[in-house]
């Protein structure tokens, strides 16, 4: 089974349109072969209740968990304030937070509160990948990261997602709008699946699109995506989803 992740970052601007993104997603799913592929809405929190309520074979995910169970901690949201909107997935570690200051311990810490309570991580690593990188510096990279940030972890008996998202790649902010090279990325995944011993899934980030998802669609190790910017257009989105579910 695929797995196709909505990032939607801090878009859209109000609830109307995020309703309507949502629902038009969920309309997709009807004449999708579920059986093929899963699909996952991460709104910003504000508007988890509306998309839940737009949603039904799409599954509501979240950008980010608080590293603490409960307690004294402003602007923070747990997981159980998660879990009562049904929510089935979190990102954790994106570039984009990382650069605010979340560190591996920090990134480690809600990992294991995400699994404690049943949300299934989409733990974001190669943020520091760089466009020149050669691939023996890119697994040194990721070997180290994977060592650190997963130390602990019972990956077998956990249900764990890996997206290998360098900072470069992605569509706009932090990178270059350019995707990386969906054969290198191919063999970054399959390294990523050797150091966990098959236990994670492992998906793609940067710059997916309608117009080339077919060229990651190719290679069978890629378990799917996480999309930024063209999860914002249903239509497009829904034609990733279709490339993955074929
Ligand atoms: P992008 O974003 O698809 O817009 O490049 C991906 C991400 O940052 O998760």
Redesign the pocket.
Known sequence: MKIIIA?W?MNPDNTEDARRIASRIEHGMLATDRSKVEVSICPPFVFMPVVKHAVHFVKIGAQDISFAETGPWTGEISAKHLLEFGTRYVIIG???RRLLGEDSDMIREKIKISLEHQLEPIV?VGNAVKKSSTIGTIKRLLKNQIKVELHGIDLHKSRLTI?Y?PAW????GL?TGQHADSRQTADVIAYIKEETRDAARVIY????NARNVHEFVAFRDIDGA??????LDPLEFLKIIKEFAK
């Open positions: 990032n970052k994106h570039s984009e974001c997206a998202e790649a992605i569509s706009r990178g980030g940067g710059s997916i996480l999309v930024g910017s063209a999860s």
